[in-house]
């Protein structure tokens, strides 16, 4: 029910939900990171070679990628406040699971279940920020919250090595699958739509709604037009939406190889401590919530003083994933701050490439936004499956320098393909006109 709440100036209820959500990205991603914190002691508990090892690390992204136009489909069905408890709740399960998991079935199977469950997570973000923001706050909102990706792991990620240091890393998976169970609690309880909330006021719907806020979502869209498949013919015949589909792959490639190599690649192949690396580890994360943060805030500020969308949105990516490259230059130096520098340098230009959500929020038709949201995470997500893999196979010899090539090459391509294949950031007219 609509709260009534009248007062002369407008509440700021988003804002409290964008904190939720920045935490259930941290949450979201601690899930995601902790195997490679495990990694190297997994590796050798059980003797895998680094192409076992990065078909495990890739295991969550094959069910993760799959899910995604069905998780599209679901969360344009069902409210955020339900299926996200329950999408936590089960990833959060599998999570504690794998501290009992035995040998490589058992966690490649249980790293699929994961990716499974977390499947919906960023399209129900989108959802969330489409619904409590206006379209000239949505990009520091999409910036805030994906910022808890970096920002979280930056601190967490010492944090991380040293439970496992003491608690093994069964007690890892254990223990960062019970903090998600109680998370899932805390979001039930205090997340509400903006039409549901009770102390939101008019002031602040109004400013919402006015700024393109979609707050009738569920009787515009849900209702009106239910997912059919022509839809997912419509949001892939647009050569603008595939230039965010691949731009998003190519941010996703770096960003997995952070999320899962990285630590190994500090301790077995640059000799670091499993301590020191945590500590070293946690520094280019605040890169990246720098960049990301960055690259929000100056993207909406050049929008508000009436720059071009297609400079203040793409400008931040494009440079982003150029700077990116940057990650090659780890391979000239042996000096620990030498290579962090340079991942920092490389991952401070992935935070700024973050804010791509924005764009399947501007350029997707209003009634296929879920939809579009799926199949841009969904390619994103097929860097999660090939990136780990084709490392493990890159490093079979022990040198990592060609995998390192390999993510720069990508970052590349992607820069490419938001220069010459978006244009210019306007919304895509629907086909189908529904």
């Known amino acids: ?91 959060s399960v599998f999570t504690i699971m794998q501290g009992i998991a035995q040998g490589f079935i058992s966690l490649f199977g249980l790293r699929m279940a994961t990716g499974m469950a977390e499947a919906p997570a960023y399209p129900i973000n989108n959802r969330v920020v489409s619904s409590w923001f206006r379209d000239d706050e949505r990009a520091s909102a999409i910036a805030t919250y994906t910022s808890g990706q970096f920002l979280g792991l930056a601190f967490l990620m010492p944090v991380l090595t040293k439970i496992q240091l003491y608690a093994g890393w069964r007690g890892l998976f254990i223990i960062t699958g019970i903090i998600g169970v109680f998370w899932s609690i805390i979001w039930y309880t205090f997340y509400r739509d903006p039409l549901k909330h009770q102390t939101v006021n008019r002031q602040e719907l109004n400013h919402i709604e006015k700024g393109g806020g979609i707050l009738k979502r569920d009787e515009n869209i849900q209702q009106k037009n239910p997912f059919n498949w022509p839809d997912l013919k419509e949001v892939l015949s647009h050569r603008k939406l595939w230039g965010v589909y691949l731009g998003q792959f190519a941010v996703n490639a770096a960003l997995w190889f952070f999320l899962t190599w990285f630590p190994k690649y500090l301790v077995d192949y640059r000799g670091l401590d499993i301590i020191k690396s945590g500590y070293w580890a946690s520094v280019p994360y605040l890169a990246a919530f720098a960049g990301v943060l960055c690259s929000g805030f100056l993207s909406d500020y050049l929008i508000k003083k009436g720059f071009p969308a297609a400079g203040a949105r793409k400008l931040p990516v494009i440079a982003g994933l150029l700077l990116s490259i940057a990650i090659v230059g780890a391979n000239y130096v042996d000096a620990p701050h030498l290579i962090i520098f340079f991942m920092s340098l490389s991952f401070f230009g992935v935070g700024c490439a973050s804010i791509t959500w924005v764009f399947i929020s501007t350029l997707a038709p209003p009634n296929l936004i879920d939809i579009t949201g799926g199949v841009f995470n969904f390619i994103g997500q097929l860097s999660g499956v090939i990136v780990p893999v084709v490392i493990g196979f890159l490093v079979r010899g022990g040198n990592f320098e060609p995998a390192l090539f390999f993510i720069a090459l990508i970052g590349f391509l992607g820069a490419c393909s938001y220069m010459y294949l978006v244009g210019d950031v306007v919304r895509v007219k629907s086909k189908n006109n529904n």
């Open 1 to 91: 029910m609509e709260n009534t709440n009248i007062s002369d100036k407008p509440t700021k209820i988003r804002y409290r939900i964008l904190f939720l959500v920045f935490i259930t990205v941290v949450i979201n991603y601690m899930d995601r990171s902790n195997l490679a914190v495990a990694a190297s002691a997994i590796g050798k508990e059980y003797k895998f070679s680094s192409v076992e090892l990065g078909l495990i690390m890739s295991a969550f992204s094959w069910t993760y990628i799959l899910f995604q136009v069905p998780g599209g489909m679901l969360v344009k069905r069902y409210a955020p406040r339900i299926f996200y408890t329950f999408s936590m709740i089960i990833w």
